[in-house]
């Protein structure tokens, strides 16, 4: 069943969900994490985000600087499968365990937490491997 | 070796750091996980709260509601070990692993994301059990 909203139809199926959700600025952080408990990236979604991951089963995302949404994984192919979605106890953010195809990082590695910082020297260190070459999937 | 930054004295020893990171309205997110792969949270931290939280070994947070930078269990004694920062391919976010004592969630809950959305129903369910009665720690 869908109504309309402002100018767009939305599902009613998601309003239960999406009034627990706050949104600033249109927007809602999600962190990313697989299913072993590795943090892969940190997103945001807007409500049409929010509703074609779920429609869908894979991750969306609000990109600012394309200014739409967009399928993660869109170019590259390496998708995000979604089998859970925590909410945090504000509304604030949500929490998307996901089966990530290849990689989350457009460098090439498996999570965008690829460096750890060494408060030794001050610096960041590279602590994953790259699993594929961003020159051959970006080109 | 400390210097003059604007109306502050900072320490040079982050300022590697410091440099690879996009604040955003003075902020950046910051995952909060245990080295289980848990995630516990996510906060927003600004510069002072970097600092303190590498300079101290807690995780110290900026909190909106109260204006200024706190120690994350301050009241509730629930305090978070700093075991390890990462920052993301864009410096954009940080992910902080931690030793958590008691529990993340001011409401009881060793995280905030307590709550998982069941798309059946279209409800939120509690999927973690309680582990402080919060009337207890917070009068």
Same mark, same amino acid.
């Given at each position: 069943?869908?109504?309309?909203?402002?100018?767009?139809?939305?599902?009613?199926?998601?309003?239960? @969900?999406?009034? +627990?959700?706050?949104?600033?600025?249109?927007?809602?952080?999600? =962190?990313?994490? *697989?299913?072993? $408990?590795?943090? &892969?990236?940190?997103?945001?979604?807007?409500?049409?985000a929010v509703q074609k991951t779920?429609?869908?089963?894979?991750?969306?995302?609000?990109?600012?600087?394309?200014?739409?949404?967009? @399928?993660?994984? +869109?170019?590259?192919?390496?998708?995000?499968?979604?089998?859970? =979605?925590?909410? *945090?106890?504000? $509304?604030?953010? &949500?929490?998307?365990?996901?089966d990530q195809h290849v990689a989350?990082?457009?460098?090439?590695?498996?999570?965008?937490?690829?460096?750890?910082?060494?408060?030794?020297?001050?610096?960041?260190?590279?602590? +994953?491997?790259?699993?594929?070459?961003?020159?051959?999937?970006?080109?």
């Amino acid at each position: 069943m869908k109504r309309l909203q402002g100018s767009k139809w939305v599902s009613n199926a998601m309003d239960g @969900l999406l009034r +627990e959700l706050n949104f600033k600025d249109g927007l809602i952080p999600a =962190v990313i994490a *697989d299913g072993d $408990g590795q943090v &892969l990236t940190l997103c945001y979604l807007d409500r049409e985000a929010v509703q074609k991951t779920l429609e869908t089963g894979k991750v969306h995302v609000f990109r600012r600087s394309h200014g739409r949404v967009m @399928l993660k994984g +869109e170019t590259s192919g390496h998708v995000q499968e979604l089998k859970e =979605v925590r909410v *945090d106890c504000e $509304g604030n953010s &949500l929490l998307m365990v996901v089966d990530q195809h290849v990689a989350a990082c457009h460098h090439g590695y498996r999570t965008c937490f690829y460096r750890r910082y060494r408060p030794a020297d001050d610096t960041l260190d590279e602590c +994953e491997k790259r699993v594929f070459d961003p020159s051959r999937v970006y080109g």
